[in-house]
């Protein structure tokens, strides 16, 4: 359970850190990576749905054995996101700057998967 319990406090974290900022940065991302934010609601809207995934990763981390369903959940949400970065820069549509954001969310869902079978493991002793 400790490597679990590390995983989702580090990714919680991190995730927190990385995504809180985005609120206030929605006018230089639309100049840093064009063209400019046309759907706010999107914008928006992903940053707090991705917020509130950070907020359950610190929740499963605090006892990941009773949270063991959300984790088959949070490895969905961590490859959804990184496999559809990497199609979309194979096809020529982003950059590698988001590459390497998927390619973060493509390790913490490897870690996650791993997590979750340390987790059923320990649970059928």
């Known amino acids: 359970m400790k490597f679990a319990r590390w995983t989702y406090l580090i990714a919680g974290i991190y995730g927190l850190l990385v995504l809180v900022p985005q609120y206030f940065l929605e006018e230089k991302n639309g100049r840093d990576y064009p063209p400019v934010i046309n759907h706010p609601e999107y ?6 749905v ?5 907020i359950a990763f610190l929740i499963i981390s605090k006892d990941p054995r009773r949270y063991r369903p959300l984790m088959i959940a949070s ?3 961590k490859f959804s996101y990184g496999i559809a970065v990497v199609i979309l820069y194979l096809q020529g549509r982003t950059g590698s700057m988001v590459l390497s954001t998927g390619m973060i969310d493509m390790v913490l869902g490897t ?3 791993i997590a979750c079978k340390k987790a059923s ?3 059928k002793l």
Do not use: D, K, P
């Open 111 to 113: 870690l996650f998967l």
């Open 50 to 54: 991705a917020i509130a995934w950070q």
């Open 43 to 48: 914008y928006y809207g992903f940053i707090g």
């Open 121 to 123: 493991q320990t649970e």
């Open 75 to 77: 490895v969905i949400e």
